[in-house]
């Protein structure tokens, strides 16, 4: 079962497109009490290097294992999962780092189509390329954060790639492609007046939204436009075999879709709907509006609220609200049965809705290594560091680049990736790629103009700088 949660908008907001652009954040913010008693973690044990003087340039240079180009092909998002376990958003970490470990590159050429290739890391050869009418479509993935970090991308199953691309641009049209993943053969397509995204697939059924286009594609954009009425997004239910539509919902002001194996969850207006598999509603929560979703195994995770006024829900898989706390966060990460939760502080939740520890500093871009035991999170007064927590709520250090722009973009099991924004003049590249150990000091960099994606997997993180450009790199 591959499940999302994803920013669907209401037209009202936009998501920051370049990585480093944070947008603004409480500095003064207080957590309300919960029930419980968490566990604080340690900051005794915490350690900051002496990174916050090293420039790049007192580093060694970073040298790619290998490179692959593609030539006129910009290379904008990675993906990939196990032949046989499909990559989730419920448990992304364990299930993208295990298998055959193929990558899916998402490609897009200048004024032109786009395109996924399937990559051997082993050899760095290309196993097949297809390409797709349009450009590719942002946010459209089932592992897509919300954030600037990795936009683009498949959403990958045992025997399919799913893609999504088109004349999203100019508001046109978008088509959701489904592609054999052994040979990258085009099974079957679905297009739509709307912007199409994915999101989930559960025993046979795919779960995709088609959110209206704003402004209509005959009238032209202005700065700061907004619609009169929240927008519409319709929910389709498609058989996996050949696309067949098997029913549609159409809801207005919808926040977030999430797929789990019971059903469909929907955060609209102010409700939270759970549909049953067959695209009719079971049950309806009042208590949002939601923005957000999580779904594990036995629970229901929503986010309703802003800022100070932020409340994590647990719900039972019967719409039956089991526990709430008040927490000043502003996004979501689950791993099995334990959710982590960002903002302006940073928090673990089990399922019965213990608190397991509790951060109350600031902490966003969520990020687990593949073993798991590692939490990541961009921190700092600025946003400009990262923190490595390990997943027992100890804090272990922060990395501290000398920049105002930084955060976590990748780990391995033993090292983390952090990308900052360096450039000093225009002769500069913009950005530092820094290899980080797992004591929290740098021990090689190399810059970039551009990074879109990466993904670590075993020693190796590979990372799609925007360009033409597939990277191999041991930490």
Not at 190 to 215: C, H, I, M, N, Y
Not at 267 to 275: H, K, M, S, V
Request: charged share 25%.
């Amino acid at each position: 079962m591959v499940s999302r949660r994803r920013f669907l908008g209401l037209g009202a907001g936009t998501l920051a497109v370049t990585a480093g652009c944070l947008g603004t954040r409480r500095s003064d913010g207080t957590a309300a009490p919960t029930n419980e008693s968490p566990a604080t973690p340690d900051s005794t044990s915490e350690s900051t290097g002496d990174d916050s003087s090293k420039t790049p340039r007192d580093l060694p240079e970073w040298t790619p294992d290998w490179t692959l180009s593609f030539d006129n092909w910009h290379v904008l998002g990675i993906d990939v999962a196990d032949s046989t376990e499909v990559a989730t958003a419920t448990n992304t970490t364990n299930a993208t780092n295990t298998g055959d470990g193929i990558l899916f590159t998402t490609l897009r050429r200048d004024g032109g189509n786009s395109a996924v290739a399937a990559v051997d890391p082993s050899d760095a050869s290309v196993r097949w390329r297809t390409k797709m009418d349009g450009e590719a479509v942002s946010g459209s993935h089932a592992a897509f954060q919300r954030i600037a970090r990795g936009q683009w991308g498949a959403t990958l199953t045992a025997e399919t790639v799913y893609s999504v691309a088109g004349n999203a641009d100019e508001r046109e049209w978008t088509e959701l492609y489904a592609l054999d993943r052994s040979n990258g053969e085009r099974r079957w397509s679905l297009k739509r007046d709307r912007k199409l995204a994915v999101a989930g697939v559960s025993d046979g059924l795919l779960v995709a939204t088609g959110l209206e286009f704003f402004p209509p594609p005959n009238e032209t954009p202005v700065s700061h436009q907004t619609p009169e009425e929240p927008l519409t997004t319709v929910v389709y239910g498609l058989d996996v075999t050949d696309g067949a539509v098997r029913w549609t919902r159409e809801f207005t002001a919808v926040r977030d879709v999430a797929v789990g194996p019971e059903g469909i969850y929907v955060a609209a207006g102010d409700r939270l709907l759970g549909l049953g598999r067959d695209g009719e509603t079971q049950f309806t929560v009042d208590d949002g509006p939601a923005k957000w979703i999580e779904v594990a195994d036995e629970r229901l995770f929503f986010l309703a609220g802003e800022g100070d006024g932020a409340t994590l829900h647990g719900v039972a898989p019967n719409g039956d609200g089991d526990w709430k706390h008040d927490v000043p966060v502003e996004e979501l990460l689950l791993d099995g049965d334990r959710l982590y939760a960002g903002g302006d502080s940073v928090l673990a939740v089990d399922a019965d809705g213990t608190v397991a520890w509790r951060d109350d500093n600031y902490g966003q871009w969520l990020l687990l290594d593949p073993d798991g035991d590692t939490l990541y999170t961009r921190s700092g007064v600025r946003a400009d560091a990262a923190t490595a927590y390990s997943t027992a709520g100890e804090k272990r250090w922060t990395f501290d680049p000398p920049s105002n722009n930084a955060w976590p973009e990748a780990a391995t099991a033993d090292a983390m990736v952090a990308t900052a924004i360096t450039a000093d003049d225009s002769d500069d590249l913009f950005k530092t790629v820094y290899a980080v150990d797992s004591a929290g000091e740098a021990t090689a960099a190399f810059g970039r103009d551009t990074v879109f994606d990466a993904v670590g997997r075993d020693d190796t993180v590979y990372l799609a700088d925007g360009q033409s450009n597939l990277l191999a790199l041991t930490p």
